[in-house]
């Protein structure tokens, strides 16, 4: 049996009718006789398919304990793409009809004639040559340009002007559902350090190479280079098949290379904007490598726990740390580090205060991923050299020197969100000032920006000390004040440009506003 056979599975208590089945199906010309598979009861037909894949099924309709339509059901979970076929007697013909509902590709009454047996194997398998077609063109088709277009998608805090591109190449991964997976190859700088550039760069692609043929092989997805000797895999294969498969390349990379590799994964998801949050997570998962271990799978990095003693609260006074440090609070900053240092029972063993150092870094650093965020990177801090806390001889100096840089981070983050509010608020103007002869909502502009009005019209008022509204009328005001120098524009014409439709309450607007009449602003400036 080879990765490209259609598998196929037969189901039936019936020890006789199981075997003539499986030899009739053995001998269609689409598939090879290795590749069909047979259980004799729905739980063990489910064991296989956690094993292997599984591309077709045939079952009974009728089978004891576990009826036909449950173990449809849940082999649907298992794998939402298996195409299954009842086989069912005359007098279960209804019971078939509802069975079709669990997404069945059909039913054969028994007793199965060869033409029809034929034809339903024919059918199902060159829909399945199809479709693995489509796939290894997709593959094929996804440009350099592409790649890179999907990488700077991901590695952005909100979809940008390549999105609707990027939706389009990946439509058809996501109707089945589709996970993002980070491969990261474990210490290539120093087991390389004494390759020629030429003969390293020769081995990572030799290394992408086996990457990309195991998972072409096994119809698992999109793999894309993304730095170094890391790799970004859309997985478009279900759990728990997708972890099975992973952890099967782990293994197949060491025994082809003596090096091993660390996966860490996100979320399986069919929703193309939730494909941010799965990249994110598994940027997480891998950021905790040298915490949990290498040559290994990491699913989430939140369910992370020291098993250790040190700081049982340390987690809640981590958050309540990063907390402040978003929001510049460097007074409660120095009460965690102080409470984690000190407490109740202080460290006084230098591995002791090495290990909770680690323990703070790794969990700041795998919380601001979810934040797109970089601890090291903004620290400039090699995370995969840590020893340098050891060139301190005291607690103190070493609280000293976490301060400060915990300080410095602090007053990054904020700048750097100060920044990011700055231009939300220019983008939200620009936004208003091109639609002002329009009826303009908080709402609207809320849902342009995807925020909720609540949360923006919040936002709004903390960053510019002015009410949506206020805003809002002010910029119509100072258009209607630009308009009026025009002297050949009358001012009901200049009302609607603006989007008043009742002159009436323009005028009032206006007067309010200006503390004059439109009139009498003409006046006033010789217009």
């Known amino acids: 049996m080879t990765d490209n056979d259609i598998n196929v599975l037969l189901v039936d208590d019936e020890a006789v009718d199981l075997e003539w089945l499986r030899r009739r199906v053995a001998g269609h010309e689409q598939l090879a006789g290795t590749s069909v598979r047979t259980a004799s009861s729905g739980f063990a037909a489910l064991s296989l398919m956690k094993q292997q894949r599984i591309d077709i099924i045939l079952s009974d309709i009728r089978m004891p304990i576990m009826s036909g339509t449950e173990f449809a059901r849940q082999a649907k979970e298992i794998n939402p793409q298996v195409s299954i076929v009842f086989i069912s007697g005359h007098e279960d013909f209804n019971y078939a009809k509802q069975a079709i509902q669990l997404n069945a590709h059909g039913y054969l009454l028994k007793p199965v004639e060869d033409g029809e047996l034929n034809a339903t194997l024919t059918e199902l398998c060159g829909k399945i040559e199809r479709e693995r077609r489509q796939h ?44 993002v997976a980070i491969v990261e190859i474990d210490d290539i700088a120093w087991k390389t350090s004494h390759s020629t550039a030429e003969e390293r760069r020769a081995w990572l692609a030799g290394a992408a190479g086996f990457i990309r043929r195991f998972t072409q092989e096994r119809n698992m997805g999109l793999v894309i280079d993304a730095y170094d000797s890391r790799f970004v895999l859309l997985a478009a294969v279900p759990e728990p098949s997708f972890s099975a498969l992973l952890e099967e390349l782990i293994r197949a990379f060491y025994a082809e290379f003596a090096f091993s590799v660390t996966i860490g994964t996100g979320m399986h998801t069919t929703a193309f904007d939730q494909l941010h949050d799965s990249y994110r997570q598994a940027q997480a998962a891998l950021s905790i490598k040298w915490i949990v271990g290498k040559n290994r799978l990491i699913k989430d990095a939140s369910q992370w726990r020291p098993k250790e003693r040190i700081a049982p609260n340390l987690e809640e006074i981590v958050d309540r740390m990063l907390k402040a440090m978003l929001e510049y609070d460097l007074t409660t900053i120095d009460d965690c580090l102080l409470q984690l240092f000190d407490g109740d029972h202080p460290l006084s063993q230098k591995n002791e205060i090495y290990d909770l150092i680690i323990r703070i870094t790794s969990k700041l650093h795998a919380d601001l991923r979810q934040l797109n965020e970089h601890l090291y990177e903004i620290l400039n801090w090699d995370a995969h050299q840590p020893l340098i806390l050891f060139q301190f001889e005291t607690v103190h100096d070493i609280l000293s020197w976490l301060r400060r840089r915990f300080f410095e981070l602090s007053e990054l983050l904020y700048l750097k969100r100060q920044r990011q509010k700055r231009k939300l ?3 939200i103007t620009a936004y208003v000032k091109d639609r002002l ?4 909502t908080l709402n609207e502009v809320a849902a342009y920006f995807n925020f909720t009005p609540n949360y923006l019209g919040q936002l709004f008022k903390a960053e510019t000390n002015s009410l949506f509204s206020d805003f ?19 001012v009901y014409e200049i009302a609607e440009q603006v989007g008043y439709k009742n002159i009436i309450y323009f005028n009032r607007q206006f007067k309010q506003h200006m503390g ?12």
């Open 136 to 179: 290894t063109s997709l593959t094929e088709t996804l440009s350099l340009v592409n790649q890179e277009l999907l990488l700077r998608w991901f590695n952005e805090s909100t979809p940008g002007d390549v999105e609707a591109h990027v939706r389009s190449f990946l439509a058809p991964m996501l109707l089945g559902g589709t996970a």
């Open 425 to 427: 608020i220019d983008d």
């Open 437 to 440: 002869e329009q009826k303009i």
């Open 472 to 490: 809002l009328n002010d910029l119509r005001m100072k258009r209607v004040c630009e308009l009026l120098q025009e002297p050949t524009k009358k």
């Open 516 to 527: 004059m009449s439109p009139g009498e602003y003409r006046k006033k400036h010789n217009i």
